[in-house]
């Protein structure tokens, strides 16, 4: 393929991941106006499956050659899910590039609050492979430590449909490239294994990507201030982001308004009453 091909090519990709839900799916952008797509992109996009269950007896290999099924990673912290291939040239690096970024900018880690979990959707990538493209990125992230808490997982077809099917994640081999047309998402699971959150493209919000996964956790992580923000803030489904809630931000402002009001007064009485006790000392 040509540079300007891949180029080309590489710039679909990109825009077909930023669309979210089923539009990326759809055979056309409106009734009666022809898909302009490329064929190979048409029967490519992410479908949301917002509540719907993960495949955890699915079976695969992970990057210490043991067999392992995807419910492993499951039960006890949420789950970070990237659906990726690991000879992949071009859109999945730069997804798994802006995951690490993103991860730079939280003080939750791999292996603490969450767990993060690739799954190639090659299955001609082999344990070998995913070893050498966990240590690149554990290398990058720079909190060795936290090695335990990167999964990068291989495994026969069959096995790579079912998740691919549960996440709504659709792909396709171009023959004549020698590579996947897919989209680019990341997803946040819940501890049970139901898929709780897509955030699309391939560069991610610190702050929602720290919400979805106290949300998914049930709150079991976080702090106050997340639990303040997400009283003003929800997820919406459409665009993969966490948008004000108007209203409650008003609430919030007043609440906090009060809270003011009520500490100047507090501080205004006890100089008053300072003051009255020294002049009662002085007389």
């Given at each position: 393929?040509?540079?300007?091909?891949?180029?080309?090519?590489?710039?679909l990709?990109?825009?077909?991941?930023?669309?979210?839900?089923?539009a990326?799916?759809?055979?056309?952008?409106?009734?009666?106006?022809?898909?302009?797509r490329?064929?190979?992109?048409?029967?490519?996009?992410?479908?949301?499956?917002?509540?719907?269950?993960?495949?955890?007896?699915a079976a695969?290999?992970?990057?210490?050659?043991?067999a392992?099924?995807?419910?492993?990673?499951?039960?006890?912290?949420?789950?970070?899910?990237?659906?990726?291939?690991?000879?992949?040239?071009?859109?999945?690096?730069?997804?798994?590039?802006?995951?690490?970024?993103?991860?730079?900018?939280m003080?939750?880690?791999?292996?603490?609050?969450?767990?993060?979990?690739?799954?190639s959707?090659?299955?001609?990538?082999?344990?070998?492979?995913?070893?050498?493209?966990?240590a690149?990125?554990?290398?990058?992230?720079?909190?060795?430590?936290?090695?335990?808490?990167?999964?990068?997982?291989?495994?026969?077809?069959?096995?790579?449909?079912?998740?691919?099917?549960?996440?709504?994640?659709h792909?396709?081999?171009?023959?004549?490239?020698?590579?996947?047309?897919?989209?680019?998402?990341?997803?946040v699971?819940?501890?049970?294994g139901?898929?709780?959150?897509y955030?699309?493209?391939?560069?991610?919000?610190?702050?929602?990507?720290?919400?979805?996964?106290?949300?998914?956790?049930?709150?079991?992580?976080?702090?106050?201030?997340?639990a303040?923000?997400?009283f003003?803030?929800?997820?919406?489904?459409a665009?993969?982001?966490?948008?004000?809630?108007?209203?409650?931000?008003v609430?919030?402002?007043?609440?906090?308004?009060?809270?003011?009001i009520?500490?100047?007064?507090?501080?205004m009485?006890?100089?008053?009453?300072?003051?009255?006790?020294?002049?009662?000392?002085?007389?």
């Open positions: 393929m040509t540079r300007r091909w891949r180029k080309r090519l590489a710039a990709c990109l825009a077909l991941g930023a669309v979210p839900a089923q990326a799916t759809e055979p056309g952008v409106q009734p009666g106006v022809a898909d302009v490329p064929p190979a992109l048409r029967e490519v996009g992410i479908d949301q499956r917002l509540g719907e269950a993960l495949p955890l007896d695969f290999t992970d990057d210490h050659g043991r392992v099924t995807l419910g492993d990673y499951f039960g006890r912290k949420p789950v970070v899910l990237v659906m990726t291939y690991f000879e992949c040239p071009m859109l999945c690096t730069l997804v798994l590039n802006g995951l690490g970024k993103t991860l730079k900018t003080n939750f880690e791999p292996g603490k609050e969450f767990d993060v979990v690739a799954v959707f090659d299955p001609r990538d082999t344990p070998e492979i995913a070893a050498r493209k966990k690149a990125y554990v290398a990058d992230y720079g909190r060795v430590a936290t090695a335990d808490g990167w999964h990068f997982l291989t495994g026969e077809q069959a096995a790579i449909e079912r998740v691919a099917k549960a996440v709504g994640f792909y396709r081999w171009v023959p004549e490239e020698k590579q996947f047309a897919h989209a680019a998402a990341i997803m699971a819940t501890p049970g139901k898929l709780a959150r955030y699309y493209g391939v560069e991610y919000s610190g702050r929602d990507l720290r919400l979805g996964l106290v949300e998914a956790a049930d709150h079991k992580i976080g702090s106050a201030v997340d303040l923000l997400l003003c803030y929800r997820y919406d489904p665009t993969g982001k966490y948008g004000a809630i108007a209203l409650n931000l609430r919030a402002g007043g609440v906090a308004t009060v809270l003011a009520g500490a100047f007064m507090t501080v009485l006890r100089r008053e009453a300072v003051a009255e006790r020294r002049r009662k000392g002085s007389a």
